[in-house]
């Protein structure tokens, strides 16, 4: 089919949305909503930003023909960074499908709708309302953030003992808690890569790999392959710690005889009081449930900033970039 055709139809219902519905990027989520159509291209702004961002024909063409060029399953990973609006905004288009969870952008006969358009959203929705997950290291995040504002850890020297037990007791859990939780996301995840094929989100890479884990056999199994091929069992055995220990003890022997020995003095959580972190992590909700008028607007703010400084920093670009006469684009 003619991109000419399919570019009206694109432009058709984008023209029918909502003047506030509001749209979303594939991988980084980025929200943004469309402000104008033209013949030649479509414009949108971010709803952090207030500048607007021209998406151009060619570059939805160029996009067009990428999807056919795979067989009609384009790889989302393969976009630039500043290339996801096109795919989000080419699903309004009923033949072709964003996939988020699969990270494809597909063409179908069968009508879609995008899954990245919230048509219903409206200016009371500019800032999504924030649910609290029901996971320990998000309750104990929430506790180490606030006792890092309220100390100043870039001179611990000075921080005081009571003060760097609570943030010690709290790095301690999040660690605990944070590993506990990846091990979970690692075990889903395996089931989604494929090897040597990396797959990228806003803050990086993930890719699977294969370890090797070695442990000997039986030792005379082992002593015997290593004799047979003309190697003498002694200059593969070792001194046995393990043994050694034994023979310390019915000898008179000293640790120091035959050990060399290094000590290190470290730090380890003794408890942990629940009740007390239970007690501080309420009275931060309420305080933060309480926060209104242009506190709780300068408060997004620097939420925003910092989550902009973030991205920033992070963003990792992965997969082949495509380019076209037009410069920037997909």
């Not at 949305?17 to 469309?34: D, G, H, M, W, Y």
């Not at 358009?117 to 999504?128: F, I, L, M, T």
């Amino acid at each position: 089919m003619p991109f000419d055709s399919t570019w009206h139809n694109l432009l058709e219902n984008a023209e029918e949305l909502q003047s506030e519905a509001t749209l979303v990027t594939p991988l980084s989520r980025k929200a943004f909503r469309i402000t104008d159509t033209q013949e030649h291209r479509i414009l949108i702004e971010y709803r952090d930003d207030d500048g607007t961002i021209p998406l151009q024909r060619d570059q939805f063409e160029t996009l067009y023909r990428r999807i056919q060029d795979s067989l009609g399953e384009f790889e989302l990973d393969r976009l630039p960074p500043d290339a996801e609006p096109y795919a989000t905004v080419l699903s309004l288009h009923p033949r072709f499908e964003v996939d988020d969870r699969e990270g494809t952008l597909s063409e179908s006969e069968t009508p879609t709708g995008s899954p990245l358009v919230d048509a219903d959203a409206g200016k009371d929705d500019a800032v999504e309302e924030r649910e609290e997950p029901d996971v320990d290291v998000y309750a104990d995040a929430f506790l180490l953030i606030d006792a890092l504002e309220r100390h100043d850890v870039t001179t611990l020297e000075d921080v005081e003992t009571a003060a760097l037990v609570n943030i010690y007791t709290l790095l301690s859990d999040v660690q605990r808690n944070a590993n506990d939780l990846r091990q979970n996301v690692r075990s889903v995840l395996l089931d989604r890569l494929h090897h040597d094929r990396p797959v990228s989100g806003q803050f990086g890479s993930v890719q699977r790999t294969t370890r090797r884990n070695r442990s000997l056999k039986d030792d005379e199994i082992v002593l015997n392959a290593l004799e047979a091929v003309g190697i003498d069992r002694e200059k593969v055995t070792t001194v046995d710690a393990n043994k050694v220990d034994d023979a310390l003890e019915v000898t008179d022997l000293s640790e120091s005889d035959v050990y060399e020995i290094e000590e290190s003095e470290y730090v380890r959580k003794a408890e942990v009081d629940e009740d007390e972190k239970e007690t501080r992590l309420q009275g931060l909700k309420d305080r933060l449930a309480e926060t209104s008028g242009e506190e709780a607007e300068e408060l997004r703010e620097e939420i925003e900033e910092l989550e902009d400084r973030i991205e920033e920093l992070t963003t990792f670009k992965s997969g082949t970039s495509f380019h076209t006469s037009a410069g920037s684009g997909p």
